[in-house]
């Protein structure tokens, strides 16, 4: 990528908050990480990782190449079953479980805490509401 189209895109990004979301191509829903398991490409580095190494970092013909794709997709399918049927949609090290657990843990405390200042707000509303009902109703008697 050239130096002017580096600079174009990173202008075009600093320009995001001044748009109207609806015209934002990639908005928070697409690219926010909050409540999401997997949250990094750790996933598929490690994967292309793997292949790369047993792959001979790219000194295969073509036949070899072709025997490793589809040793490679047979593996994956064997993956997916076994997951699903475990119920989980990755394997995690037991210190990176934790550490989701503890997020999730987190997300759900500030999801509770902004569900208790939403109902703040509307206990607060409603009370302004009788206070004016109440001022409405001394100043008619």
């Not at 398991?37 to 000194?59: F, M, Y």
């Amino acid at each position: 990528m050239s130096d002017d189209a580096v600079d174009r895109v990173c202008r075009k990004t600093m320009a995001l908050p001044f748009l109207p979301e609806n015209v934002i191509v990639w908005p928070p829903s697409a690219w926010s990480a909050f409540k999401q398991p997997v949250r990094t490409n750790n996933d598929v580095e490690g994967w292309h990782a793997r292949l790369n190494s047993r792959a001979n970092h790219g000194r295969l013909n073509m036949y070899q190449l072709l025997y490793l794709l589809h040793e490679e997709a047979v593996f994956v399918n064997i993956g997916v079953h076994l997951l699903s049927a475990a119920g989980t949609s990755r394997l995690q090290r037991n210190k990176y479980t934790r550490l989701h657990s503890r997020l999730s843990t987190l997300w759900d405390d500030y999801d509770a805490v902004r569900r208790l200042l939403t109902a703040c707000s509307r206990a607060v509303k409603h009370i302004r509401t009788v206070i004016k009902c109440f001022y409405v109703y001394l100043n008619v008697f």
